[in-house]
């Protein structure tokens, strides 16, 4: 069993829809109700019901707003009657304002109702843009699982469909005559100019990853596109930007090579070996070599046969629930021995929605590591 990018059943527009929610028609109703009552109870006490009517006329505005056409056009006919009937025993010599009120009323319910149209279709073109980003993120990242002679990894990858809060997670498995190289990085800052500088770290690691002997030769690429966009990020007045990444080289034996650029550690699955795997402090994040004295260095550590390694950004690890609490990724991975690696991404997944109380905020991209048998008789779905 694979994991898909939409777990929990989410759709492919990419989950739950964030912002304010529609009106509900009781709510609508409620108030025209409400405030109708309110009014003329107010002018009962006053004795001024008739001039306590045209108020009304504000709440197709305030509907409009929120609510759909439908919903404004019936505010619009109600606040429309209601003004009529409370003008209706108006005296001869106040006819002529009494008719110029309920014109009045007609013209601003009617711009009410055109105000709600427009704002229905500005928000449905914002959806489709929002959709599409995302969409274009999942195009240009390849669905799990991921296969190279050494591994199969599953794993989850959940784009926020925000424009100012859309990240730059990416992620990629790829075979090369040195070794399975696996990528995982996360562009600093958000929205469009995220995913443009993530898609060009993306293109420069499946180049180098088969081209580049060592693993230090593959992140000095890595930097280099990192510096060419914010160079041309500069030069269109954009902001430069750093990415956090991992980088790491499997080969047939069970040591395997890292560089950890200021990203998320790995963490392994593996009974008494539970826990971050590397030991040594992260190297400065992509873009930002130049503030190191140190350059970046391999660091080693054990994968072996039957072992799982949990990779992801800090779209899991800085998830809040609403009192504020990151999500205890290291406590959580304790009780996730058992289960399978296919279905490991799902359950992480699903219990990072309920730490949250629904969709994380910020984009998820998770991967499971496991090693092939060799022969593939005995891989792991």
């Not at 409400?34 to 305030?62: C, H, Q, S, W, Y």
């Not at 040594?280 to 994968?303: H, K, N």
Request: glycine share 8%; net charge negative.
């Amino acid at each position: 069993m694979s994991a898909s990018r939409e777990p929990g059943g989410a759709s492919a527009a990419g989950g739950e829809r964030r912002g304010a929610p529609p009106l509900r028609w009781w709510v609508v109703l409620f108030w025209l109700v409400a405030v109708t009552v309110l009014l003329a109870v107010i002018g009962v006490f006053l004795d001024r019901e008739t001039r306590l009517a045209p108020f009304l006329v504000v709440l197709p505005a305030l509907i409009a707003g929120r609510g759909d056409v439908r919903q404004t056009a019936v505010a619009s006919t109600w606040v429309t009657v209601m003004i009529a009937a409370a003008l209706f025993d108006t005296a001869d010599d106040t006819i002529g304002a009494a008719t110029a009120t309920v014109v009045f009323a007609l013209v601003f319910n009617g711009l009410s109702v055109a105000r709600a149209a427009q704002r229905v279709r500005s928000d449905r073109e914002i959806a489709r843009l929002r959709s599409a980003a995302a969409a274009l993120q999942r195009q240009l990242l390849r669905p799990f699982p991921l296969m190279t002679d050494q591994l199969i990894v599953h794993g989850v990858y959940q784009p926020v469909e925000e424009d100012s809060r859309v990240g730059g997670d990416v992620y990629e498995v790829v075979s090369s005559p040195y070794g399975s190289r696996v990528f995982i990085a996360d562009v600093q800052g958000k929205g469009l100019p995220a995913i443009s500088a993530a898609f060009s770290v993306l293109s420069a690691f499946r180049e180098a990853a088969v081209a580049e002997p060592t693993l230090t030769a593959v992140v000095d690429a890595l930097e280099d596109a990192v510096l060419r966009h914010n160079s041309f990020a500069a030069q269109a007045g954009e902001s430069e930007r750093f990415v956090t990444a991992l980088v790491l080289g499997v080969g047939a034996d069970t040591e395997v090579q890292a560089i950890n650029c200021g990203h998320v550690a790995p963490l392994m699955l593996h009974g008494d070996r539970d826990g971050p795997v590397l030991k040594e402090e992260p190297c400065v994040p992509l873009g930002l070599d130049a503030l190191s004295p140190q350059p970046r260095t391999v660091e080693w550590f054990a994968f072996p046969q039957g072992s799982t390694l949990l990779l992801c950004t800090d779209g899991v690890t800085e998830a809040r629930d609403p009192s504020g609490d990151f999500y205890p990724l290291e406590e959580r991975a304790a009780a996730w021995d058992d289960v399978r690696p296919g279905d490991l991404p799902t359950t992480v997944y699903r219990d990072l929605r309920r730490h949250a109380r629904g969709t994380p905020g910020d984009d998820t991209a998770l991967m499971v590591l496991r090693r092939r048998s060799g022969t593939g008789a005995t891989d792991e779905p």
